[in-house]
Structures are given as C-alpha cells and as structure tokens.
C-alpha cells in the first residue's frame, strides 16, 4: 500500500521541488489549486477488469477554475519530468498524449519507487474528473503502468455528461 507523507491531511498542499511539478502533486492528493466549490470521490471496478478499478475524484469550480487547473498541469508537464515534496519518495513524471476526452483532457504517468500509475484528467465544463488506478499499492518491480480501464473513464464521463445536462 502506497505511504503518505506527513501532513497529507493539511488543506494545503506539500511544496515540490522543483516548485514547477507543483500541479502535479496537487492532483495526485487532491489538493487541487485553485480551490474546488465541491468535491465528490469515489472508485469503480468493472466486472472484467481482473482487480483493476478506479479511483475517480471529482472537482466542480466556479467561473474559469476548470479551465485553470488543466492549463497549469499541461504547462507543468512540459517541464516537470523529476521533483521531490509530497510523495514518500521522488516521483517523476511523463507526459502521455492528450486522449480526446471532455473538453479537454491530459494523461501523464506518475512513478514513485517501483509504483508507476498513469493518471487521466478530464475537464467537462465546470468539472475535472481525476481518474487514477484503484490499485494503490503499484505495479510492481519494472511491471507496466497501472492504468485505468478505458470503458472506466467513457462510462463516467457518459454519466458527467448526462448530469449537467
């Protein structure tokens, strides 16, 4: 099971170094920058999914604060490729091809230790949908990204979609 650092319960997220990885981490605790006006989280395992599910965070703002938070973690993940700060170890992170997904959307891998967990992103309208595995503990020594299965992230959003009318 993956170790959260110190003060993870803090409202405010733990500073990175390089101070540009920052909206990184802000997404992998949940600590997104700009502040959501409501939050709601939850996990899904498909049937055939042989133990992989999906945590799914989602994130309602006000005015452009959407728009913001997929602006910065793209902006980010130009640069952001190694930091140190909130996690228990140093992460490193790569961006993946954006999937056309939502309004927008971006994909990155995220590795700590021998955990690697690709991480999916997804604005639709006012909202960002956070998709990340919902098996915690990792890959494994030099096994594959952890990923969220696709029919996961199209059946949710197809749900979004159907609630903001």
Known sequence: MMEWPAGTGRSEPLPT???DCQPVENIRTGKIRPAASAKA????MPANAGGT????L??????DGAKQVLSELRTALKSCTHYEG???????????????LGDEAVSYTLAYGTNTHE???VRQGTVVAV??????SGSGKGGPAMKVPQEVVARQLEKLRKAAG
Not at 41 to 44: I, Q, T
Not at 86 to 100: E, F, I, K, Q
Request: aromatic share 4%; glycine share 18%.
């Open 17 to 19: 170094t390089p101070q």
């Open 41 to 44: 989280a939850g996990s899904v």
């Open 53 to 56: 599910g999906a945590g799914i």
């Open 58 to 63: 989602l994130n309602g703002f006000e005015g």
């Open 86 to 100: 909130g996690v228990p170890r140093p992460a490193t992170a790569a961006a993946l091809p954006a999937p056309a």
């Open 119 to 121: 991480v999916t992103v």
């Open 131 to 136: 998709f990340a595995p919902g098996n915690l």
